[in-house]
């Protein structure tokens, strides 16, 4: 430790640069780390808050669960058998405010369950994000599609679905906007799959990965974090092999004195684990900070648990990184080094 700590003071700049590289990576990783995980909550915020379950789509659809009809028969004889399952349907449309204005929502109704909400004909919950755009508990809104009028009777919080805003209708107002009665989906929560014939069983995160939206947008943007994390582990790599490279005369003194080869490895991965904590402490407070002046508009959730296991990522990666970088220290011969250095 002692050894490791008096060479980063006698190459302060050398470090500075390593550390701040390290310092822009993270930063960056946990920003589009942010991104990602508030871009899914925008996207399929009223699948996430589900807990662990199993929804049921129709076998033919293949998958779409806008293809999805699940015969009332069928509906009941699940339901009869899963006494907390829940039958549900989600289209997307519109809702004209009272300034006639068209705000793009996705209608959800669903059987009488404590899971998801449930209202009066006539009356529609929306996700809070419509408070922005001026609509309020008591305003009337329309859609061509109805015959009646929406009484807006509250607000949810984080409801979202395909990035459009969650409004809970009743069944007779969504059978009269879609002319259906067939829900698209049952859920049944706190269960393991079950075989029950025209049905396709779906665990939570494989209903995610069918929203074509979803799966794309996260596949992309987690290429780009673990890109980021292995590009991390090659800067370390890199960077110390120049170093070993430029202190081969010193390490040859060292092992000639008696020092053994562990204690050198020692410390390179004390530095490594200095420079890295110093960086990922700095980046996390500046992540934060960024959650808090954020856009409001902009979907960013940077959990405590996703950033400590980006930052164990990062301090693995160093490692393995300076391990690599190391190896050539083995094969160092105190002479041979010496008269090398000397040279």
Do not use: C
Not at 27 to 45: K, R, V
Not at 206 to 222: G, H, K
Not at 241 to 253: A, D, F, H, R, S
């Amino acid at each position: 430790m002692n050894l490791a700590w008096k060479e980063i003071k006698k190459n302060k700049v050398r470090f500075l640069i390593l550390g701040s590289i390290i310092f822009l990576v993270s930063f960056l990783t946990f920003i589009i780390s942010g991104l990602a995980n508030g871009l899914s909550q925008d996207n399929a915020a009223l699948i996430k808050d589900l807990p662990k379950g199993q929804i049921y789509m129709a076998e033919d659809a293949e998958g779409a669960f806008n293809l999805s009809r699940i015969d009332s028969d069928l509906q009941q004889e699940v339901m009869g058998k899963e006494k907390e399952a829940v039958a549900f349907s989600i289209q997307m449309g519109f809702l004209n405010d009272q300034d006639d204005k068209q705000q793009s929502v996705a209608f959800v109704t669903s059987t009488e369950s404590r899971l998801f909400q449930n209202v009066h004909q006539g009356e529609v919950l929306l996700d809070s994000s419509l408070q922005d755009k001026g609509i309020k508990v008591g305003d009337t809104l329309k859609n061509n599609q109805y015959n009646g009028e929406f009484i807006v009777k509250g607000f949810v919080e984080q409801k979202k679905y395909s990035h459009a805003p969650v409004a809970y209708i009743s069944e007779e107002a969504y059978h009269e906007m879609y002319r259906v009665k067939d829900k698209q989906l049952i859920y049944v929560p706190n269960s393991e799959p079950k075989e029950f014939k025209g049905l396709q069983a779906y665990n939570n995160k494989e209903f995610l990965n069918t929203i074509p939206s979803y799966s794309a947008e996260q596949l992309s943007l987690n290429m780009i974090i673990w890109f980021l994390v292995v590009i991390s582990g090659m800067l370390f790599a890199i960077f110390f092999y120049m170093m070993n490279v430029q202190k081969i005369g010193l390490y040859g003194i060292l092992k000639a004195i008696g020092l053994k080869t562990s204690k050198l490895f020692k410390m390179i991965w004390t530095q490594m684990a200095i420079i890295t904590m110093i960086s990922l402490v700095i980046s996390i407070s500046l992540s934060q900070l960024f959650h808090v002046v954020a856009p409001k508009g902009m979907p960013f959730t940077l959990a405590i648990g996703t950033t400590t296991q980006l930052s164990i990522v990062f301090l693995i990666i160093g490692f393995i990184g300076a391990t690599l970088s190391g190896l050539q220290i083995k094969k160092i011969e105190p002479l041979q080094a010496i008269q090398q250095g000397e040279g």
